[in-house]
């Protein structure tokens, strides 16, 4: 669980009722639809259709050209070379144009990057090495965009470049026969959010000179895959994609995927595009992160199943060892924070170390930009040079960030939410300074996370025919979350142990209860007890035994009730504080907390540890004041020595200290930071 404020969409009762009444669905479906913007039963229908029509592939701008130049290619015979990413987008797009040419008939071959040499995108390594192969034309995939000097060595050695991409362009693209990318200034294509995978597709249409809806038969299910793992928007034309190549899983003859699925006891006739994220995606990214995205590649581009059988495997441990790197990497990443509690209070999170394993930082940068609500970037620095990865809030374009700094890279890329890079390990401080300077200097501040909730709800409309109902508007995943319900004013009937790190819990509202789980807590890290006063917000789906069938809970995110939108913005001003930022009058009072206000922190705390980021026991243990106000006096109260952090605790949990002598507030930075009315602005 996260802790953000809630943003819950109101949607109009009458409408609720007029879609319940027209469509004859239940009131839970309909809040749903309504808080999304089908509020009428038009708008309903045509969610509930194939999705977005596809648009002609040549409506992309240079897509006729690398049609024509690939065309040409296959008709002379030449050898193309497909060139791809170590990401599942990347790889799922390199086995769609892969097998769709050896179907064509065209001499060709496959190359990817890997993270540990070459690094992201097309390299002159890469180039001369296809080269000696005899490769007279590469089309990237999922790459491409910022290799202009690639490109150039390309034309050097007589190597002609289609470049097809879906990353942000940078100012001068590539001198390619083509460059297809929609989110060029001048294609004046209608959908924008295609993954790699889906261009390709594309591509595969213009080529074949057949409809997108034709070539979703054939490769739909790889564009899916593709799509849903590089979490793009589940809207529109990529709705229709999945959705389409979902259905086509279920009919799925390829070998490395059928036994991949098997292996992880996945049905593919019924899968999910959660199956898929969770699952399918981490397996085949696996080998990318561990070094070796081919052996990936050739599951998915397998047909025999004996072959098949032996990659899964080898994906599956090396998942299993991706996992425990992952652990690792956090527990050392906790250990930094714990030295320096600073880094946690910039606008954004920036750990640099070395030998970190490059290819599993980017999820420990999730983990973490969940864990703080703030953008997070892990450089791992090898000798001269150092690779970086961040990933993002909404709100903030880590894109845009990096590229602020673009002089001191030597290649990088990436998207609003993620982006990677690579640079001279000895300008890593300079891009550090650079990049707190772009976040503190940021005209509206750096964005508080907020948690979506589609409705507030009974939980007397929770049945198993209402949250049924709910699985018509899948596929879930960005754009198209899995719906989230709350409800408030609820009493803790019960919290009890799963495992070490899960909640059973049951709340009651009324005479009406619902039981569920509360992941990666146990009870005494919920911040509350039986018979408390909580508000909750939850999802819902169908969980199935041979005997019976029942509704699964789960609670997304349970704090203490009636905590306010203005204590959710004393947290944010607190930031802006520490981050450098000026305050307005307004800001700094609701921060400053009061000789009074201090002396309760610290006397709850003589009673009673608490974690320093933990907002949910922070919230129920000092429920009289803002949490803006009790970060402050927390910082206080450490800064003057009177209380401390457990020793040999990574988690930063703070007690009073033993025996302190005695202090004056002036001595604390943090109490005459808030305190100057030079920070006010004017």
Known sequence: MSFSRWSINNADENAIKKLCGELGIPTLQARVLAARGYSTPELA?????????????????????????????????ERIAVFGDYDVDGI????LM????????????????????????????????????GVSLIITVDNGISSYNE?????????????TDHHLPPEQLPDAVAVVDPLREDDTSTFKEFAGVGIALKLAAAIDGCTVDEMLDYYGYLAAIGTVADVMPLVGQNRTIVKAGMAGLGECEAAGLMTLAQARG????????????????????????????????????????????????????????????EADIIKDIDKILKANSGIIKKPIIIIDSENLHSGVVGIVCSRLSEKYGKPVIIISVEGGDAKGSGRSIEGFSLHAAITSCGDLLTKFGGHEMAAGFTMNAQDVAELKRRLFDYCTNAEEGMPYPEFRVDALVNFSEV?????????????????NDEPVFAAKGLVVSDAVPMSEKHTKLTLKQGTETLTGAVFGKAPGQLGFKPGDTVDAAFTLSIYET?????????????????????????????????????????????????????????????????KRLDYFAI?????KLAMGKVSAALDVLEELELIEQLPGDGTHVLRATENPQKRELSESKTFNLISNPQLIDA
């Open 45 to 77: 229908r045509d969610f509930f259709g194939d999705g977005d029509a596809l648009e002609d592939p040549l409506s992309i701008k240079d897509m006729d050209r690398a049609a024509e130049r690939i065309n040409a290619a296959i008709q002379n015979e």
């Open 92 to 95: 799922t797009a390199t086995a």
């Open 619 to 623: 919230s129920s243990m000092f429920e």
């Open 266 to 325: 996945l049905d593919l006739s019924s899968i999910s595009a959660q199956d898929i994220a969770f699952t399918i995606a981490p397996s085949l990214n696996a080998a990318g992160r561990m070094g070796d995205a081919d052996l990936a590649l050739r599951l998915l581009i397998c047909d025999d199943f004996d072959e098949a059988e032996k990659i899964a495997d080898q994906l599956i441990e090396l998942n299993s060892k991706r996992r425990e790197i």
């Open 463 to 479: 049945n198993i025919e209402s949250v049924e109902s709910l699985m018509s508007l899948a596929p879930f995943g960005c754009s």
């Open 151 to 163: 490109v150039e060595y390309a034309k050097t050695l007589g190597i002609d470049v289609v470049v």
């Open 98 to 133: 892969w097998l769709f040419l050896q179907g064509c008939g065209a001499d060709v071959v496959c190359s990817l990057p890997t993270r540990d040499t070459t690094g992201y995108g097309i390299s002159k390594e890469a180039i001369d090495n296809l080269n000696k192969y």
């Open 546 to 610: 041979p005997a019976k069938r029942y509704v699964s809970v789960n609670y997304r995110d349970v704090r203490r009730s009636g905590i306010s939108d203005e204590s959710f913005a004393s947290i944010k001003a607190y930031n802006d504080m520490c981050a450098g930022r000026a305050l307005t009058e307004e800001q700094r009072i609701s921060i400053a907390p009061s000789r009074d206000d201090i002396a309760y922190v610290y006397k709850l705390l003589k009673s009673e540890a608490v």
